[in-house]
Every structure is written in structure tokens, then in C-alpha cells.
């Protein structure tokens, strides 16, 4: 079974910097997806940026950017100049690309990102 | 277009009691999945279907929870009798297979069991 670790439970920045949040997955599949999610307090989860395994190319969605190491299963999330908008959980989720991609996210257990004004 | 719709946005029930919660896919999608959300356990996958058809329920938790999907626009996840610890937040979500791989979540509905 796939397992997504996400080392930090809490992240802060000062508003305009950059930060950058880890996960890490364990699989003996070649072929996936990988996705950042955001969770406000809303509870709306929403998508923010995803990478197909295949492609070597970094993901990049205006300010959000990963770093997809495959070899070493690592896929970390940066943010370039954070807004207060950004404060959120952020989720790290992998979802298998056999059979059609049917199976369902497997999702880490999220970073807790505060934005300092 | 309209995303994936749940009911109800809270639900507040004695133990014991049967708890429904419904959800409405986003239109065309044939994938729908059920996940909790807890503090302890994080996002769990409950149960998903593909094109209506129940595929992998492994982690609905015991008997009291049941899903169901009659058609392609909706489907219920059902806890008869309702208990404390079933207090959570519900998502559903829904994919279009074969597509991105995203799943589209809903608002979530959250449930307190007293």
C-alpha cells in the first residue's frame, strides 16, 4: 500500500517570503499522480497544483511550484510570496494511475501553514 | 458548472440515531468516493464507486456505515446506529475516470454524535 508522509505539522512565514513544505511517498508504482491540496477554515478542499509521474518537468501554478524528485520520492510544495491568503492545511496526496486511476487519494496528514502579517 | 454538492453542511444527532448524508457528483464524473476527516486519523477513503458500482468498501469502519450510489447524479453514506466517535467531517468527492486524476471535493458535511 502507497503511505504519503508529511514530516512538518506546522510551518510559519512572514507574509512576502517563500516557504517550502515537504512530503515524501512510498510506492513500487511507476506511473501516478502526485497533488498538493489546500484546506482553509472553510474545510473546502482545493486543488493546487498537481504533477503526473511521467513528467520530468517541475509543476507550476503562478506562485505555487514543486520539486518532484522521483527517484527519491520526495514531491515538495514552495510558495512564493506568501499571502495571508495562503494560511491554510496543505495535503499531500498520491493517487494511482493503474486500472484508470480509480483508486482514491492517499493523503498525508497535512501541514498547518501560518502566514505572519 | 456546478462542483460536487453535500447535504447537510452540519448534522447534530443523539447516539443511536440513523445519520444520512447525501452528495450529487459533479455532472459526467463516474468515479465518487466517501472520506472522513478526523483529527486523530487525518483523510481516510470510506468507500468509492465507479460508474455506480460499489468497487472497494474496505474502509468503511464496521456495519453501521453503508453507501450507496442508485445512479450516476447521487448517493448516501448511511450510520445506523450513530455513535460519538463517528463525529467527523464527511467529503465526498468525484473524479472523471481516465481524466486528470483530480478529485473534486465537496463542501463536506460535519457530523456531531452526542
Known amino acids: 500500500a502507497q503511505t504519503v508522509t508529511q514530516s512538518q505539522p506546522e510551518m510559519s512565514v512572514q507574509e512576502a517570503e517563500t516557504v517550502t513544505l515537504s512530503c515524501t511517498y512510498d510506492?513500487?508504482?511507476?506511473?501516478?499522480?502526485l497533488f498538493w491540496y489546500k484546506q482553509p477554515p472553510s474545510r473546502q478542499m482545493i486543488l493546487v497544483i498537481r504533477?503526473?509521474?511521467?513528467?520530468?518537468q517541475n509543476a507550476t501554478e503562478n506562485r505555487f511550484s514543486v520539486n518532484f524528485q522521483k527517484a527519491a520520492k520526495s514531491f515538495s510544495l514552495k510558495i512564493s510570496d506568501s499571502q495571508l491568503g495562503d494560511a491554510a492545511m496543505y495535503f499531500c496526496?498520491?493517487?494511482?494511475?493503474?486500472?484508470?486511476?480509480?483508486?482514491?487519494?492517499?493523503f498525508g496528514k497535512g501541514t498547518h501553514l501560518i502566514i505572519q502579517p | 458548472d456546478a462542483g460536487v454538492i453535500q447535504s447537510p453542511r452540519h448534522e447534530v444527532t443523539e447516539m443511536g440515531q440513523e445519520v444520512t448524508l447525501r452528495c450529487k457528483p459533479i455532472s459526467g464524473h463516474n468515479s465518487l468516493f466517501w472520506y472522513r476527516q478526523t483529527m486523530m486519523r487525518g483523510l481516510e477513503l470510506l468507500i468509492y464507486?465507479?460508474?455506480?458500482?460499489?468497487?472497494?468498501d474496505s474502509g468503511m469502519p464496521e456495519d453501521r456505515f453503508s453507501a450507496k450510489m442508485p445512479n450516476a447524479s447521487f448517493s448516501t453514506l448511511k450510520i445506523q446506529p450513530s455513535e460519538p466517535r463517528d463525529s467527523a467531517v464527511y467529503f465526498c468527492?468525484?473524479?472523471?475516470?481516465?481524466?486528470?486524476?483530480?478529485?473534486?471535493f465537496g463542501e463536506g458535511s460535519r457530523l456531531t454524535v452526542l
Open positions: 496526496a498520491y493517487r494511482t494511475h493503474s486500472g484508470g486511476g480509480a483508486d482514491g487519494l492517499t
Open positions: 510506492t513500487s508504482e511507476s506511473d501516478y499522480y
Open positions: 468527492a468525484s473524479s472523471l475516470h481516465k481524466n486528470t486524476g483530480e478529485l473534486f
Open positions: 464507486f465507479n460508474n455506480n458500482v460499489p468497487i472497494d
Open positions: 504533477q503526473e509521474a511521467y513528467k520530468q
